[in-house]
């Protein structure tokens, strides 16, 4: 049972750059989300999905896409990288519903952007 | 919007000692959950609390929600090295998934 599985662990990109950090549960959660986190600023929520084909903005969802076209997976793109997107990123997820929403973080992605 | 500040942001203890760490959130909370993340890990979940008022125990730790429900704390008695690392607490509203990450505090212990 992987639980959730981030790829890449690390990346380094210059200004300008695109790309997606990928995410995959195998444990049938509806809900998925993805949360950077920087020194001193906590965990902040960049987007999330209640489900396939919905999502939604949260905190800082600036320079940020997302998609859900299945319950599985939920990439996050960065269309064009900026030094301020430096930070470590972390999917989390959970089942849906009433005092369900104990989250199950991935290992995370440390991005660098030069 | 919601927001969960937590206090202090660091803490160095000796071995031994007692730690507590403190939550406040913006608005009234329906859950508040702590999370612990080890030095280049990812955050664990450790515990949820619901109802105001409670209190709930895990070996040395304590953790309490308060009652308007807009503040927890975690309190570890007699700390072991094993305990460093970063507690967050994390605050939910309303019946949706959504959680507030609080910013977190580094706990060191010191032999």
């Known amino acids: 049972n992987a639980g959730v599985t981030q790829t890449p662990k690390f990346q380094v990109l210059k200004t300008g750059q695109s790309m997606t950090l990928q995410c995959a549960q195998d444990m049938n959660h509806e809900y998925m989300s993805w949360y950077r986190q920087d020194p001193g600023m906590g965990l902040r929520l960049i987007h999330y999905?209640?489900?396939?084909?919905?999502?939604d903005q949260g905190e800082v969802p600036n320079g940020y896409n997302v998609s859900r076209s299945t319950t599985e997976d939920f990439p996050l793109r960065l269309l064009s990288a900026a030094p301020s997107q430096t930070s470590v990123y972390f999917c989390?997820?959970?089942?849906?519903?009433?005092?369900?929403?104990?989250?199950?973080f991935g290992a995370g992605s440390r991005l660098t952007v030069l | 919007g919601q927001q969960v500040m937590q206090i202090p942001q660091y803490q160095h203890v000796q071995e031994g000692e007692d730690f507590t760490t403190y939550c406040n959130s913006s608005t009234t909370l329906s859950n508040i959950q702590w999370y612990k993340q080890r030095p280049g890990g990812h955050p664990v979940f450790l515990i949820q609390?619901?109802?105001?008022?409670e209190v709930k125990k895990q070996k040395r730790l304590t953790f309490q929600f308060g009652e308007a429900k807009k503040n927890s704390s975690l309190h570890i008695t007699a700390t072991q090295t094993t305990d460093v690392g970063t507690y967050f607490c994390a605050g939910g509203a309303g019946g949706g998934n959504k959680l507030t990450f609080g910013t977190g505090t580094q706990l060191k212990v010191e032999l």
């Open positions: 609390l619901v109802k105001s008022g």
């Open positions: 989390a997820s959970s089942r849906q519903g009433p005092g369900a929403n104990v989250l199950t």
């Open positions: 999905s209640v489900g396939a084909g919905i999502t």
